[in-house]
């Protein structure tokens, strides 16, 4: 007898469910997309023991008929597609048609569905993948899913679940991320024992983010808009024979992209605040995520990043979102297309925005690895030790978060002569929320009749008005004051210059005018082996920047010409710091991320000092050219050149408004 068999259908969908049901989470994510699907506009979540015990989904869709309903537990049976053609124009989330019978085959499964028109509707039961009850019922209009007992056939699989407020935290991150891409629709999702989120339809987005990250967030992002015509991309056209009769300039389509960005003020420390769909579709993608990274290069520190809300629409045609099982990553036709034209818009728009930084803001502002912004899913105290968010890839949803709850105190001493603690008949003591936001308790978002609006009516601060500035003089020979109509400014001279020479580097390297001085003896300077590995790699860049350096032995450098304005212990230092990357960066980064950094680190070795008396003359002359700069808010390293301190803000700390 044959060794090979064909697997039963049970054990079929408990493989598929592998792949596509990882936690209670992905439970979540796939009925939440089958809800949007079904044009419902509103949609609410419950959960027990962070979705072990139930998970249930109720909308108000178009719902199934009888025959449907018991249909959609077949595996691959779906509504959405018809050929293979259909796969290349994807526009609905779901599509596989796994989602219902891999999550039927490991859980206990309710669904009561009624079509819109039908006057009865269905009840459908099943355990472990198989039906046990199946009838005719009074339902309201739209569809009830009830997953119980998550993975109760498959106790390896649940061993594996993380605690619960670990996998709460998780399906509040899916919900919130949907409920940013739907403004329109109406989002709950409660607990046990309260609602952690309710979020009523929005009339844009900008209204949705200020309905759950509040204003404090809202007023430091940046809108964001932009359109390009694929037929820009430079793709060859189809050949005559190939064409659609009749059409001889078919239409390629259009990548949009809308959102916000976050100004440079705002940062974290790790990429979960990064929310971006491509066609409504959650995902996740390093090469769009690369491109965020160089928008914000040279504008925030390298080891911080941005809060990023983006959307991307383009023809179903140019992107292929059947590549993972949970749909979750997608594959762009274009793909350099796409990246380029991200990173060039988000990098347009915080130029035009030219934003400023608040002086009394800028005290408690510092990057940190927050919740990402996410809804807090309220602790108990009798909850598992175990942070709210656990650290995961770097693409996942949730970050680590210290459980800042402190302990909490006995309300009697018990008596020392007794092991047992004393009964007292006294409510539990729950500690106050670490929340992340000024709520209290649950989040009730948007039940005022008049809320407030999306966008502050306060003036929006930038750094426009920098060449009005008159110089008052010197802080320390460290900081520049400096006043104009609209309040008081203290500029860091350093790195006021740094980003002067910068964009000065960048421009004269462009066009082939960079100066450079030449040493009337050679500076010899001793590097490592992996060091001169470096230096080829980057010889021809340092060239172009000015300098003039060959090999002078197996580890010697012999440095005959430098840019103008570096020199002696500078000019080693400088050399040091662009040798001194990691070797597993140098392989990954590209030519325009290594000129940037050349760059950087010849501006900053060659600008003004700290602790460096300046002239008048000099003062105002750095004030006016850094106006004049395309990025006054930050050096090349991310710190902040200027911060204001507004007329309104000396008003209020005098208390005279």
């Given at each position: ?8 259908d049970?054990?079929?969908n408990?493989i598929?469910?592998g792949e ?6 992905s439970?979540?994510?796939e009925?939440?997309?089958?809800s949007l699907d ?14 072990r015990k139930?998970?249930?989904i ?5 719902g199934m008929v009888?025959?449907d ?6 595996r691959h049976?779906?509504s959405?597609l ?11 989330l779901?599509?596989?048609?796994e ?5 039927a085959s490991?859980?206990r499964l309710?669904?009561e ?5 039908v006057a009865?509707?269905t ?5 472990g ?11 309201p209009p ?8 998550l993975f109760f056939?498959t106790?390896?699989r649940r061993k ?8 709460l935290s998780q399906?509040a991150a899916m ?6 891409a739907?403004?329109?629709?109406h ?6 024992s309260h609602?952690l989120?309710?979020?009523p339809?929005?009339?844009n ?6 309905q759950?990250f509040?204003a404090d967030t809202?007023?430091?992002m940046i ?11 430079g793709l ?5 024979w190939k064409?659609p ?9 259009h990548l ?5 960005v ?6 974290k ?6 929310y ?6 959650l995902?996740r993608?390093?090469l769009?995520l ?7 290069r040279?504008?925030?520190p390298p080891t911080s990043?941005?809060v990023v809300l983006l959307?991307?629409?383009?023809p179903?045609e140019e ?18 297309f ?8 988000v990098?347009?728009a915080l ?6 930084a ?11 690895a927050?919740?990402?912004l996410?809804?807090?899913v309220n602790?108990?105290p009798?909850?598992?030790e175990?942070?709210?968010?656990q650290?995961r890839e ?6 680590t978060?210290?459980?800042p709850?402190p302990?909490?105190?006995?309300v009697s001493e ?5 092991n047992?603690?004393?009964f007292?008949?006294?409510?539990q003591l ?16 948007g039940?005022?009749e008049n ?11 930038t750094?426009?008005?920098?060449a009005t500035l008159k110089?008052?003089g010197q802080?320390r020979?460290?900081?520049i004051?400096a006043v104009n109509?609209?309040?008081l400014w203290i500029?860091?001279?350093?790195v006021?210059?740094?980003r ?5 580097i960048?421009?004269d ?14 500076l ?6 992996a060091?001169m ?5 980057i010889?021809?860049?340092l ?7 060959e090999p ?11 840019p103008?304005?570096?020199e002696?212990?500078e000019l080693e230092r400088?050399l040091?710091?662009?040798?001194a990357v990691?070797e ?8 325009e ?9 010849i501006?900053?070795?060659a600008?003004?000092?700290v602790n ?5 003359a000099?003062?105002?002359?750095l004030?006016?050219e850094?106006?004049k700069?395309?990025h006054?808010?930050s ?9 204001k ?8 700390a005098?208390?005279?408004i």
């Amino acid at each position: 007898m044959g060794r090979i068999r064909i697997l039963s259908d049970q054990v079929a969908n408990q493989i598929a469910a592998g792949e596509v049901v990882e936690r209670p989470a992905s439970v979540v994510k796939e009925l939440l997309e089958n809800s949007l699907d079904a044009d419902a506009s509103r949609i609410r979540i419950d959960v027990e023991a962070g979705g072990r015990k139930l998970i249930r989904i109720t909308d108000n869709g178009c719902g199934m008929v009888k025959d449907d309903a018991l249909l959609a537990f077949e595996r691959h049976a779906t509504s959405k597609l018809r050929s293979s053609d259909d796969l290349l124009s994807i526009t609905t989330l779901g599509f596989r048609g796994e989602a219902l019978p891999s999550i039927a085959s490991v859980s206990r499964l309710k669904l009561e569905t009624r079509a819109t028109g039908v006057a009865t509707g269905t009840l459908v039961e099943i355990a472990g993948g198989s039906i046990i009850h199946f009838e005719d019922a009074g339902v309201p209009p739209g569809t009830v899913i009830e997953v119980r007992d998550l993975f109760f056939n498959t106790p390896a699989r649940r061993k594996f679940l993380r605690s619960e407020q670990t996998e709460l935290s998780q399906i509040a991150a899916m919900v919130t991320h949907y409920a940013l891409a739907n403004p329109t629709k109406h989002f709950e999702l409660h607990s046990a024992s309260h609602a952690l989120l309710t979020a009523p339809g929005a009339r844009n987005t900008a209204e949705r983010l200020f309905q759950i990250f509040g204003a404090d967030t809202a007023a430091l992002m940046i809108p964001v808009a932009a359109e390009m015509d694929f037929a820009r991309s430079g793709l060859p056209e189809l050949p005559p024979w190939k064409r659609p009769l009749g059409d001889e300039t078919p239409d390629f389509g259009h990548l949009r992209i809308t959102g916000f960005v976050s100004k440079p003020e705002l940062q974290k420390l790790n990429r979960n605040s990064i929310y971006l769909f491509v066609n409504h579709r959650l995902i996740r993608d390093r090469l769009v995520l690369h491109a965020f990274t160089e928008a914000y290069r040279n504008i925030i520190p390298p080891t911080s990043y941005p809060v990023v809300l983006l959307f991307l629409e383009m023809p179903p045609e140019e992107v292929d979102v059947n590549v993972h099982p949970a749909k979750t990553e997608v594959r762009f036709r274009q793909p350099s297309f796409v990246h380029d034209f991200i990173r060039d818009t988000v990098r347009a728009a915080l130029t035009s925005a030219r934003p400023a930084a608040s002086f009394a803001a800028a005290l408690t502002n510092s990057p940190h690895a927050s919740s990402s912004l996410l809804i807090d899913v309220n602790p108990l105290p009798d909850g598992p030790e175990s942070p709210v968010f656990q650290p995961r890839e770097a693409y996942t949803f949730g970050t680590t978060l210290d459980d800042p709850r402190p302990p909490i105190q006995p309300v009697s001493e018990p008596d020392p002569a007794s092991n047992a603690e004393p009964f007292i008949l006294a409510p539990q003591l729950v500690p106050e929320s670490p929340g992340r936001f000024d709520f209290s308790g649950s989040i009730p978002v948007g039940y005022d009749e008049n809320p407030s609006p999306a966008v502050s009516n306060d003036e929006p601060q930038t750094l426009n008005a920098l060449a009005t500035l008159k110089p008052l003089g010197q802080l320390r020979d460290s900081f520049i004051l400096a006043v104009n109509e609209e309040g008081l400014w203290i500029v860091d001279q350093h790195v006021a210059h740094e980003r002067v020479l910068f964009e000065k580097i960048l421009r004269d390297r462009e066009v082939e005018a960079v100066q450079r001085q030449r040493l009337l003896m050679p500076l010899l300077i001793d590097l490592l082996p992996a060091q001169m590995v470096a230096f080829a790699t980057i010889a021809e860049e340092l060239d172009r920047n000015g300098f003039e350096a060959e090999p002078f032995g197996p580890r010697t450098l012999a440095i005959k010409a430098a840019p103008v304005g570096l020199e002696g212990r500078e000019l080693e230092r400088m050399l040091e710091e662009v040798l001194a990357v990691p070797e597993r960066e140098q392989q990954t980064e590209n030519s325009e991320t290594r000129r940037r950094r050349i760059a950087a680190s010849i501006a900053c070795h060659a600008a003004i000092k700290v602790n460096m008396p300046l002239e008048p003359a000099k003062i105002d002359w750095l004030l006016q050219e850094l106006a004049k700069t395309e990025h006054p808010t930050s050096c090349p390293h991310g710190r902040p050149i200027a911060l204001k301190y507004t007329h309104k803000d000396i008003q209020k700390a005098f208390q005279r408004i």
